[in-house]
């Protein structure tokens, strides 16, 4: 079955303390995408990858790493995660920007 | 840069009654648009997408979303609303030729009344 699947689901977590969100594809597709999303603000791009060692900032990058060591996988670092950062988390993929966006099931995460 | 607006942050109708959902977008060139839904919570799943041709796109679930360029607007509708259409719903759209991929407006949640 098609599918991106996201680690962990929920999380909670402290103020400083590094965490990694891991997302994985089985799709093959180039294209992955991390978004947050908050009440009236919909979805907002935070970082996204064409391929492999290929990675670009979004709209809210602030906060956040990536890396894109293997085609499928495509893992959201916070090195020192901050209470506005919580928000709930959805990885996609995509085989061209233009095409439909696969996402997963998100990841909803709290910083105390 | 591209935007998306979707006025209307809440809307509420009955069962069986239509739907409309409005989007309107803001790009120089023909956007690729497309409706998502959030079902309670789920992921995103696609409804329908427009790239060119037909401005009257199908979708599934008998959703139909009309791409008027005169209006930059891509609204989406539905003649008869199921209970199971209760959801929040994202248009978004993307430019040609961008690696950067969706952006999203700030979506419309539907309540459905029995």
């Known amino acids: 079955e098609a599918q991106v699947t996201q680690n962990p689901r929920y999380l909670i977590t402290v103020t400083g303390k590094k965490l990694t969100v891991t997302c994985s594809q089985n799709m093959n597709h180039e294209y992955m995408s991390w978004y947050r999303q908050d009440p009236g603000l919909g979805l907002r791009q935070i970082y996204y990858?064409?391929?492999?060692?290929?990675?670009d900032k979004g709209d809210v990058p602030e906060g956040y790493k990536v890396s894109r060591k293997e085609k499928r996988n495509f893992p959201l670092i916070l090195e020192s995660p901050s209470p506005n950062q919580t928000s709930l988390y959805f990885c996609a993929s995509t085989r061209a920007p233009t095409d439909t966006q696969y996402f997963g099931p998100g990841t909803r995460l709290t910083v105390l | 840069a591209q935007s998306v607006t979707q006025p209307d942050i809440h809307i509420t109708v009955s069962e069986g009654a239509s739907l409309e959902l409005r989007c309107n977008y803001s790009y120089g060139a023909t956007p690729y648009l497309f409706w998502y839904v959030q079902s309670p919570g789920q992921g995103l799943q696609l409804l329908l997408k427009?790239?060119?041709?037909?401005?009257l796109v199908q979708g599934i679930k008998g959703f139909e979303a009309e791409f008027k360029r005169s209006q930059s607007s891509f609204n989406l509708r539905k003649p008869s609303v199921h209970w199971s259409d209760a959801a929040e719903y994202f248009c978004?759209?993307?430019?040609?030729?961008?690696?950067?991929?969706?952006?999203f407006g700030s979506g419309t949640q539907l309540t459905v009344l029995p």
């Open positions: 427009y790239f060119s041709g037909d401005t």
């Open positions: 978004a759209v993307v430019q040609a030729g961008s690696a950067r991929q969706l952006t």
């Open positions: 990858s064409m391929n492999v060692e290929v990675t």
